[in-house]
């Protein structure tokens, strides 16, 4: 029995395991794979403390630290299919059939790329259609491309296109880009960089690999087409919530409720942290802060928890 | 025969091959934003352009995924 069994490893589950570690709680960390979302940073400039780091480089120095602390378990790879409450007690099952128990616990698996859900975005995954711009951006070599989305996520692969996509169309589905003006000015200076407002996207096609998606302009209702070889969804975020369904609050855009204060859902034992809750902020400086908070509160919790029987 | 097929920016590539690092396992790697020739035998073999692609002696591993390279090392 575990008093503890923190579930991500990003950010937030990283910050809670050293916290853990530190007060000796009895602590599991379940991981699909250590580093979380920063990981696909190309480069970071506002982790405090450092001046510019990469994802990667961020993921080794927070996995040092983790790993320095003797007194946590770390099961990296499975993946967590549900929580389970019985009386006090609760049982983590992954996905490889095992399950553990656990007096708390702490969801921080954060978030994931939001999918489109246009026809042919299933079928072409991998085969055109992208999510890891830093990851796929030099197969677009001499190519044209689409990136959709207008937020920064979206010009982040913009930029990163820029040295090899011999064309960009950028489709956003408001009439307002919401990317920062730097990243528009440098997009746009390029001049291989083409903006689409009020563009909603209707399907994406292809035989083998995709050759064209299709957009609906949402002022004159016209169905256009452009010939593209690569689709790089950049919509932003949605929260990874499923395994918590039915156990914690949930609000309606997926993210589990916290009270910000403790971190704690709307379920005795059970806290949240990082971007999978209702954080205002999706930062990685403030999952850190959020899930210090939450072992923090899980620590007096469990600590006055025999007085109160 | 361990390949795993990269392009220069990929973090998951980096972390593949931290891995195989770490475990001690020896890879050939190739860059398929250069390589021609390895970019096809990549979307032969994994029927998809998303990188990493890791042949672990046959088995296709699309991603870095640690416990299916696990599996396909014999672990």
Known sequence: MYDLIIIGGGPAGIAAGIYAARKKLKTLLIAESIGGQPVIASEINNFIGFKSLSGVQLKQIFEEHLRAHSGIEIEEGPKVAKIEKEKDVFAVFTDKDKSYQTKTVLIAVGSSPRRLNAPGEKKFEGKGVFYCSICDAPLMKNKTTVVVGGGNSGFYAVLDLLSYASKIYVLEYSDTLRADPVYIEKAEKSGKVEIIKMAEVKEILGDKFVSSIKYQDRNSGEIKEIKAEGVFVSIGYQSNSAMAEGLVDIDDKGKIVVNHKTQATSCEGVWSAGDVTDVLYNQINVAIGDAIKAVLSIYEHLNKKPQSH | ?75
């Open chain 2, 1 to 75: 025969m361990i390949k795993i097929y990269t392009t220069q920016t990929c973090p998951y590539c980096v972390m593949a091959k931290n891995y195989f690092q770490e475990k001690g396992v020896q890879y050939e790697e190739a860059n398929v934003s250069v390589d021609e020739k390895a970019r096809e035998e990549m979307i032969n073999k994994s029927h998809q352009m998303g990188v990493p692609v890791i042949d672990i002696n046959g088995a296709i591993i699309v991603g870095f995924n640690r416990s299916e390279i696990d599996k396909a090392l014999g672990k």
